[in-house]
């Protein structure tokens, strides 16, 4: 059996997958399953599928569901999956390869778990948006006001989620899918979660690159995924993450019309954010979170 399942949901960005089953499929830990579900996904899919060639990924087709195909999703969970763990990864999103080494260490200690979410900005460096499940006033944000996981950052164990009372399910309208499902695990007090201070991937946002073709969606995720390979990528991308943090508490608390003193104060929070990150190897470690791999 398989140590991980990772389960990668499809409708329109079968062009896109070829990036983010590439970055699942160089993962430090390779214990793992990889089941592709598609909502209502074009046929292509199939061939991109086919083009990579590898064992583990499995690819369950279905007619367009409700919302976001949630059904489809619980089904696979319910009745296919074999991981002790259960990963997410968005068909346009990518994995650092550290990603399931770090999940699978967490997981090991609570029933839900997740990292930092990066978000890759078009205007600016990439910015992080922070999250820390340990902390009960951050799980009660999550609970009642807004998401802080992207459902690429997420997981939990199997036997966890067959315990939940739905599970995946038609997300009403208005609503985010994966914030949804979130708050059936953090509304359980039994519910182990934690966070790790740490980046392990990158999202590419919809909304910014609405006027992208999924071809020029490549480009970008394969450039990234250039650079994640070269030697020096962490350093670097630590700066950048911390420079386009800063920028983007700059651009929103300003469009809030926040005074100099409250828009000092949220920028140097978010600056701490990212400078409990640029020693993210050595929290690991000293957690005992991660004893190998890439950071």
């Given at each position: 059996m398989p140590k991980v399942t990772v389960l990668v949901p499809t409708h329109d960005h079968c062009v896109t997958l070829k990036a983010s089953l590439g970055s699942a499929l160089v993962q430090t830990m390779q214990d793992l399953e990889i089941l592709v579900v598609g909502d209502?996904?074009?046929?292509?899919?199939?061939?991109?599928?086919?083009?990579?060639?590898?064992?583990?990924?499995?690819?369950?087709?279905?007619?367009?569901?409700?919302?976001?195909?949630?059904?489809?999703?619980?089904?696979?969970?319910?009745?296919?999956?074999?991981?002790?763990?259960?990963?997410?990864?968005?068909?346009?999103?990518?994995?650092?390869?550290?990603?399931?080494?770090?999940?699978?260490?967490?997981?090991?200690?609570?029933?839900?778990?997740?990292?930092?979410?990066?978000?890759?900005?078009?205007?600016?460096?990439?910015?992080?948006?922070?999250?820390?499940?340990?902390d009960s006033v951050n799980r009660e944000f999550i609970l009642k006001i807004s998401n802080r996981i992207a459902l690429t950052t997420a997981g939990h164990t199997l036997s966890f989620y067959k315990q939940l009372p739905y599970g995946w399910r038609t997300t009403p309208a208005g609503r985010w899918t994966d914030h949804y499902m979130w708050q059936q695990f953090l509304s359980l007090p039994e519910c182990r979660a934690l966070s790790a201070p740490v980046v392990t991937s990158l999202k590419f946002p919809d909304p910014p690159r609405k006027q992208m073709s999924n071809n020029e969606r490549l480009e970008e995720m394969e450039h990234w995924r250039k650079r994640i390979a070269e030697p020096d990528f962490d350093a670097i991308f630590a700066k950048e993450v911390l420079e386009g943090t800063i920028m983007h508490a700059a651009h929103n608390h300003s469009r809030a019309k926040l005074s100099e003193l409250e828009l000092s104060e949220k920028v140097e929070e978010q600056a701490a954010v990212i400078k409990m990150l640029e020693g993210q190897l050595e929290q690991l470690r000293n957690l005992d979170l991660l004893s190998q791999g890439k950071s």
């Open positions: 209502g996904a074009p046929d292509e899919t199939a061939a991109v599928i086919k083009r990579i060639g590898d064992r583990r990924i499995k690819y369950f087709p279905h007619a367009k569901g409700p919302r976001t195909g949630e059904i489809y999703r619980h089904a696979l969970l319910t009745s296919e999956a074999q991981g002790e763990f259960v990963c997410y990864l968005s068909d346009d999103d990518l994995w650092l390869p550290n990603h399931l080494e770090t999940m699978c260490a967490l997981l090991s200690q609570a029933d839900f778990a997740a990292t930092m979410t990066v978000f890759v900005n078009l205007d600016f460096a990439p910015f992080v948006i922070p999250n820390y499940l340990q």
